[in-house]
C-alpha cells in the first residue's frame, strides 16, 4: 500500500467555527520514496480570509477569489488518496476539516481509522515533554526549514516525510539494487578494457635477487 502525505491550509482553527480550507496537498510515496505524483490545489473558500490566517500562510481572500471551490475539486482529491495510507501531522485538526467539506457536499467522510497515521501522536510519545510542532522536529532532526517563511501545505508535506523517516529511526531509501544479476558469469561478457600482463621468468628471478640484497643491506 502507497503511502499519503497530507497537509492543508485553512482560514482559521475549526470548521465548525466557519472556517474553509483554502489548500489542500498531497504527496504520494511507496516505502516512503517520492513516486512523483501530487495533488495539490489552491481553494476559493468563500469567505474572507482573516488576518490572523493571512500573516500564517500569505493565502489572501483576492488571491483564492479565483480558484475552484473545494466541491470543484473533492472528487479528484478522493480518487488520488483512495485506497492509500494517510500520514498527517495533527490529524484531527485537517481530518476536521476535510470531513467536515465533504459532509458539506454530500459526500463519505474521507478514510477510515485505520488507514490513517497521525505523526503528532508518535513524536508525542517518543518525545513526551517537548514541543512536538512540524518546525520543533525539523530543528531536533536538522531537516532544512530556509524554505518555510510561510506555511504551505505542498512544502510541509516533504518536510513531514522526512520528519516521519526520523520518527521511524530509518535511513531515507536508497535505490533497490536487488534486481542487478550478480551470478556468476552474468558479465563474463563485458569489456573493462584492462591489459593483462605476465612476467617472465627471468624478471621473476632478477626481483628475487634484489630483495636478497636489500635484505642483507638492511639487515646484516
Known amino acids: 500500500m502507497n503511502e499519503i502525505f497530507l497537509d ?40 474572507n480570509v482573516p488576518d490572523e490566517a493571512f500573516k500564517i500562510h500569505g493565502f489572501s481572500t483576492e488571491f483564492l477569489s479565483d480558484k475552484k471551490t473545494f466541491d470543484q475539486i473533492a472528487d479528484e482529491f478522493l480518487e488520488f488518496v483512495r485506497g492509500k495510507k494517510i500520514i498527517i ?26 488507514f490513517v497515521i497521525d505523526s503528532l501522536e ?19 532532526f536538522n531537516i532544512d526549514l530556509s524554505k518555510r517563511t510561510k506555511h504551505n501545505a505542498l512544502l510541509d508535506c516533504e518536510l513531514l516525510r522526512e520528519v516521519y ?12 539494487l536487488s534486481s542487478i ?25 632478477l626481483h628475487k635477487d634484489f630483495l636478497k640484497k636489500e635484505i642483507k643491506k638492511n639487515f646484516y
Do not use: M, Q, W
Open 181 to 205: 544479476n550478480l551470478e556468476k558469469g552474468a558479465v563474463k561478457n563485458n569489456n573493462y578494457n584492462k591489459r593483462i600482463l605476465k612476467i617472465s621468468n627471468e624478471e621473476i628471478k
Open 89 to 114: 501531522h495533527n490529524a484531527s485538526f485537517d481530518l476536521g476539516f476535510l470531513n467536515g467539506e465533504l459532509n458539506s457536499i454530500n459526500k463519505k467522510e474521507l478514510i477510515e481509522k485505520r
Open 165 to 176: 523517516i526520523n520518527l521511524l529511526d530509518v535511513k531515507e531509501p536508497k535505490f533497490n
Open 122 to 140: 508518535i513524536a508525542r510519545n517518543k518525545y513526551p515533554g517537548t514541543s512536538n510542532s512540524l518546525d520543533a522536529l525539523c530543528k531536533k
Open 8 to 47: 492543508t491550509e485553512t482560514t482559521g482553527l475549526s470548521y465548525k467555527d466557519g472556517h474553509k480550507i483554502v489548500e489542500i496537498a498531497c504527496i504520494e510515496t511507496s516505502d516512503l520514496i517520492a513516486t512523483g505524483k501530487t495533488f495539490h490545489k489552491f481553494i476559493n473558500p468563500k469567505r
